[in-house]
């Protein structure tokens, strides 16, 4: 282990996102939660992107296809909203909302998951603990509820995904 690139200023309470090319993208967080850098890790440099049109803390973030999705905050409350980077253009603009009572999606304290073309929000909580998990609908460009559930409610977990032939034997 030896440390990256400084950042101009150190944060919390954010995401990053492999984008790539050598390239991660670290979003929201505190302070001045609606910031976003790129690390282009052949240079070793940190850039200013544009500032996405919500802050937030504690978000939960995925790439589909050329797309960087950022659903929910903790930023003084929480909130179902989303909102979508492009790629291409460089800019923001607003997503589909998550499914569900905003008051219980604070997400610094769910899991996600990428997978190849999508990824999943599960669990979590805010005055009580979730057992939901949401998908990201590349086609619809839309959230979808996953009929199953959690076995057990939960927040402030990780999850990893296995390959189906990890069990195998």
Same mark, same amino acid.
Not at 143 to 169: G, M, Q, S, Y
């Given at each position: 282990f030896h440390p990256g690139p400084t950042l101009s200023t150190p944060k919390n309470a954010h995401c990053i996102i492999d984008i790539g090319n050598g390239n991660f993208m670290l979003i929201g967080g505190y302070p001045n939660s609606a910031q976003v850098f790129l690390l282009d890790w052949a240079t070793w440099t940190w850039t200013n992107l544009p500032e996405m049109n919500f802050p937030r803390l504690y978000q939960s973030c995925g790439k589909v296809g050329n797309d960087v999705i950022v659903a929910g905050s903790g930023n003084g409350g929480s909130t179902n909203t989303t909102e979508i980077f492009s790629l291409d253009t460089m800019t923001w603009s607003m997503g589909p909302d998550v499914p569900g009572n905003t008051r219980k999606f604070q997400d610094a304290t769910n899991g996600v998951v990428q997978l190849q073309d999508t990824f999943r929000i599960i669990g979590g909580g805010d005055e009580e603990y979730l057992d939901t998990i949401f998908e990201f609908d590349p086609e619809n460009y839309a959230?979808? @509820?996953?009929? &199953?559930?959690? =076995? @057990?409610?939960? &927040?402030?977990? =990780?999850?990893?995904?296995?390959?189906?032939?990890?069990?195998?034997?």
């Open positions: 959230w979808i @509820t996953r009929p &199953e559930k959690l =076995v @057990t409610a939960r &927040e402030f977990h =990780v999850v990893v995904p296995i390959p189906n032939n990890f069990l195998d034997c």
